[in-house]
């Protein structure tokens, strides 16, 4: 049997694959090739829904039995953006001093070229494994996440796999490998927030109602006083306004709408029906407020986005211990348990199995020239082949 593909070949393989969300048919060709080879069973179930394009994935198993740990990921990719400004051709897997170039180097070919050569080594040299290891992996993490993973794992289920535990090959690592693991994620909520006025000529406001005073009152009830201080393992919940939009071209015309749009990561002291309710009655108590030049009571209403994902925290201390033991012997760094950054698949693995994260180092994805050093790549993968050591070890 050749020799399993290093980490470093199957990423600039995976790069080279323009895998722009939700097209993943190509990079799942690459890992299907290698996943066989090595006596993986593969199979690429496509999910749909209504208002949403077909998504396919990629569920691929080998072993029996328990534990049962999965490796979770995707192939799917931002826009490179403007191709002239990238140092090197984005999908070129251009190898620059030790580093490779282009889009999904680090978010996350990354961590899923490193979790799948570990996986080949370990199988390959391991003798016979004594439980089921996986993969998880979808070309829908960068977009709606509709058709992903969250139907994935309920598929998998349905046809009766019970997952342990889970790893997320995510660029988690903050300034070095493995400086930092992180153990959960803040929740996310999302929302529109409209103010309906009366449109009219702006040299005679007494004629109109001008909607903007009311939405600068309303933003300003939401922002002024912090949700909470933070909890032991989470910071502040945060509320961050990131669009106010009229869309009026006229400077005679006061408008009849106006609309603003924030995201808020929230931590562990809220639930996403707990922190709905608390904008909703900061929005009501600063509406019923008439507030300074005001001459109706302020319209409003509040349409939440579909995407919403609870706050969790894994408190599985021998999974976290198995990965926390890995990463200090090959790198030499003992991590920190971290739960900072958006949103990743964990939010959905978790409903199913204790899941941690960890990968290589993300200070450029999603950028202009994302890149990894090839090294970095390597000793990734060298962890997660100690961490799938550990793991069926202690069981």
Same mark, same amino acid.
């Given at each position: ?25 190509a ?23 209504? %208002? ?39 999908f ?5 001093? &030790? ?16 979790m ?10 391991? %003798?016979?494994?004594? &439980? ?11 977009g ?33 490998l ?44 939401l922002?002024?006083?912090?949700l ?11 509320l ?31 639930t ?48 976290i211990?198995?990965?926390a033991a ?14 900072? %950054? ?6 959905f693995?978790?409903d ?42 202690r069981?």
């Amino acid at each position: 049997m050749p020799a399993p593909p290093t980490a470093s070949d199957l990423l600039a393989e995976l790069v080279k694959v323009p895998s722009v969300t939700p097209d993943g048919a190509a990079a799942f060709d690459i890992l299907e090739r290698v996943l066989l080879a090595a006596g993986f069973a593969v199979e690429r179930p496509v999910f749909e829904g209504s %208002g949403s394009e077909p998504v396919e994935n990629l569920f691929a198993a080998i072993g029996s039995g328990e534990p049962h740990l999965t490796l979770a990921g995707h192939v799917d990719v931002v826009p490179p953006g403007p191709e002239a400004s990238w140092r090197h051709p984005p999908f070129s897997a251009t190898v620059d001093n &030790g580093v490779l170039y282009g889009r999904g180097a680090v978010d996350m070919k990354g961590g899923l070229a490193a979790m799948v050569a570990a996986a080949l080594r370990f199988v390959a040299h391991g %003798g016979e494994l004594q &439980g089921r290891l996986s993969f998880l992996i979808t070309a829908d993490e960068e977009g709606t996440a509709v058709n992903g993973t969250a139907k994935l794992l309920r598929w998998a289920t349905e046809r009766g796999e019970r997952f342990a535990a889970a790893i997320v090959g995510e660029p988690t690592s903050a300034e070095m490998l493995g400086d930092q693991i992180k153990i959960g994620r803040r929740g996310s909520f999302s929302a529109t927030l409209v103010v309906e006025g009366r449109q009219g000529h702006s040299a005679y406001p007494e004629k109109a109602d001008n909607p903007i005073r009311g939405l600068t009152q309303l933003l300003h009830a939401l922002q002024s006083e912090p949700l909470d201080e933070g909890t032991e393992h989470f910071g502040p919940t945060s509320l961050e306004v990131v669009s106010v939009d009229v869309g009026n071209p006229a400077w005679n015309v006061i408008p009849a709408r106006a609309e603003a749009r924030f995201s808020s990561r929230f931590n562990d002291l809220w639930t996403h029906a707990t922190l709905k309710e608390e904008i909703e009655r900061r929005l009501a108590a600063a509406a019923a407020d008439s507030g300074v030049g005001a001459r109706t009571p302020i319209n409003w209403s509040l349409a939440e986005e579909p995407a919403v994902s609870e706050v969790f925290l894994t408190r599985d201390d021998a999974l976290i211990g198995v990965a926390a033991a890995a990463i200090q012997d090959i790198t030499g760094r003992k991590p920190t348990l971290s739960t900072s %950054g958006g949103t990743s698949d964990a939010r959905f693995i978790k409903d199913y199995c204790p899941v941690i994260e960890f990968g290589p180092v993300g200070t450029t994805m999603h950028q202009i020239d994302e890149r990894v050093p090839l090294a970095e790549i390597e000793e990734a993968s060298r962890v997660y082949e100690a961490i799938l050591q550990g793991f069926f070890a202690r069981r």
